[in-house]
C-alpha cells in the first residue's frame, strides 16, 4: 500500500515538472527565483557582516604573523674590542692594509721569500761580506727569519712601513697588538688560485740613513761565491748602511710578520690601518690546539662590544662567542668598517654585513642572546610592527567579545 502511494507521487511529480517546462513563461520564472535567492543572500551577508569582517581580520592578522615570524636577510653593524681577530680579504683589487707606521725599533718575518740589500756591509761572522754592495738572499723555510733594526738603539729609528697591501682572497690570521710591548704581529696567508693573477702581497719599508743590524735564520746568498760557506741553519747578523733607502718585501707564501714601534698611534691622523675592507671568514677567536684535533678548543678573543640589527641592539661581553645561524659557521662579516689600535686593551674593529640571526654566548651550543630579523623587519620599523600587534590584538579581542554577546542575546530571545 506505501509502495503505490510513493509511485503515484513521483508519476504526479513528473507529470508536473513536464507542465511546468511545458508552459511558456518558465524561464522568465526561473530568473525570477535566481534574482530572489540572491536578494536573501545579500541580506543574509548584510546581517552577518560582522562575522565576515572578522574573519578577514583574523586571515589579515594571521598573514602579518606570518610575515613576522618568516626569517629575512637584514643588515647588522657592531664595535668590538678584541685580543686577536682573523680575516680573509674577498675584493677583487689590492687594498692597502697598513701605512704610516713610525719609528719601527723590530721587524721580524718568518717564512720563504727573497729579497736583496744594496749598500755596504760589515760583518765580523763573515768578513767577506765586507766586500759586497749588493746581497741577495733566499729564505728558504718556512721557519726562516729575516730580522731588520736600528744597529744604535739608542738613536730614533728612521725605519718606516710605507704601506702592506693585500691582494684578493689573502687571509690574515692571528692579528693582535700587544701593548706593553708595543708589538703588532700577524700572519698572512696568500690563497693561490688560477683565476687570479698570484701577484705578491708587498709589504714596502723605508730604511733610513742609519746603519741598520740585519740577521737571518735559515738562509742562502744567491749569486756569490765565498770562500767559507757558513751554515745556513746558525743565525747571522750583519751591519748594512743602504744605499736604496726602500725594501720591498714581495710575500707569496705564508709569513708571520711581527712589527715593534716606538709608541702607538697618538691620534687619528697617525692611524696605521686603512678601513673599508671587504671581508669574509672573519673571526675573533683563537684554537689553543694540543697537537690532537678532536682536543681543539676554540676560545673567544672578545674583550667587549655591541652589535645591532633591525633596530635591536644587543651587548657582548668578555669572551663571548659571536655567531651567526649555525654556531659552526662564522657571522657573515663582509666589511670591516675601522681598524684601530685601542691603547691598553687591542684592536677596535667596526663592522657590518647581512645574516638572519645573530647569536651570543659564552658557549657556542647554548647562546643566551640573539636577533632574528623577519620578513616584516624589512617592510616596516619594529615600533610600527609593535603598534600593529597591538591594535590587531585589541580589535581582535574587542569584536569576538560584541558576537559572544550577540549570540548570546540571539539564544534568549529565541
Do not use: C
Not at 220 to 238: V, Y
Not at 307 to 334: C, H, S, Y
Request: proline share 6%; glycine share 6%; no cysteine.
Amino acid at each position: 500500500m506505501v509502495g503505490r502511494q510513493k509511485a503515484n507521487w513521483l508519476l504526479r511529480g513528473i507529470r508536473n515538472l513536464k507542465t511546468t517546462l511545458a508552459t511558456p513563461p518558465y524561464f522568465p520564472s526561473l530568473a525570477n527565483n535566481i534574482r530572489q535567492g540572491f536578494n536573501r543572500l545579500i541580506k543574509y551577508v548584510a546581517r552577518k557582516k560582522l562575522v565576515l569582517f572578522v574573519i578577514g581580520l583574523l586571515l589579515s592578522f594571521g598573514a602579518i604573523i606570518f610575515a613576522a615570524i618568516l626569517p629575512s636577510a637584514h643588515i647588522f653593524e657592531g664595535n668590538l674590542i678584541v685580543e686577536e681577530m682573523s680575516f680573509t680579504y674577498s675584493g677583487q683589487e689590492p687594498k692597502l692594509f697598513l701605512q704610516s707606521m713610525r719609528q719601527i725599533t723590530n721587524l721580524e718575518s718568518e717564512g720563504i721569500q727573497t729579497l736583496t740589500f744594496t749598500g755596504k756591509f760589515k760583518s765580523e761572522s763573515l768578513p767577506q761580506l765586507n766586500q759586497l754592495d749588493t746581497l741577495k738572499i733566499e729564505l728558504n723555510d718556512s721557519k726562516s727569519k729575516l730580522i731588520i733594526a736600528p744597529a744604535n738603539p739608542k738613536l730614533p729609528s728612521e725605519i718606516d712601513l710605507s704601506e702592506l697591501r693585500l691582494q684578493p682572497n689573502t687571509t690574515v690570521a692571528g692579528l693582535s697588538y700587544d701593548s706593553y710591548n708595543k708589538i703588532l704581529n700577524f700572519y698572512l696567508q696568500p690563497h693561490l688560485a688560477p683565476e687570479l693573477s698570484n701577484t705578491p702581497n708587498n709589504l714596502k719599508l723605508y730604511l733610513g740613513e742609519q746603519p741598520l743590524k740585519i740577521s737571518l735564520e735559515g738562509y742562502k746568498f744567491i749569486g756569490i761565491n765565498l770562500a767559507i760557506s757558513p751554515d745556513t741553519q746558525t743565525p747571522i747578523e750583519f751591519n748594512l748602511t743602504p744605499d736604496n733607502k726602500e725594501l720591498k718585501l714581495e710575500i707569496t707564501q705564508n709569513n708571520k710578520i711581527y712589527i715593534t714601534t716606538f709608541r702607538p698611534p697618538q691620534d687619528e691622523s697617525e692611524q696605521w690601518f686603512r678601513g673599508k675592507i671587504a671581508t669574509k671568514d672573519v673571526q675573533f677567536q683563537r684554537v689553543d690546539s694540543n697537537g690532537n684535533l678532536s682536543d681543539n678548543l676554540a676560545i673567544s678573543t672578545i674583550i667587549e662590544g655591541k652589535i645591532r640589527m633591525v633596530e635591536q641592539e644587543r651587548e657582548i661581553r668578555q669572551n663571548q662567542f659571536l655567531m651567526g645561524k649555525k654556531a659552526d659557521t662564522p657571522l657573515n662579516i663582509e666589511r670591516i668598517s675601522h681598524l684601530q689600535i685601542a691603547p691598553e686593551k687591542g684592536l677596535e674593529v667596526r663592522i657590518s654585513g647581512k645574516t638572519e640571526q645573530i647569536k651570543i654566548g659564552l658557549d657556542k651550543e647554548f647562546p643566551v642572546s640573539s636577533i632574528q630579523g623577519s620578513w616584516l623587519d624589512g617592510v616596516l620599523p619594529r615600533d610600527a610592527i609593535i603598534a600593529l600587534f597591538s591594535f590587531g590584538a585589541a580589535t581582535i579581542t574587542y569584536l569576538l567579545s560584541v558576537l559572544i554577546d550577540n549570540a548570546f542575546k540571539s539564544t534568549s530571545k529565541s
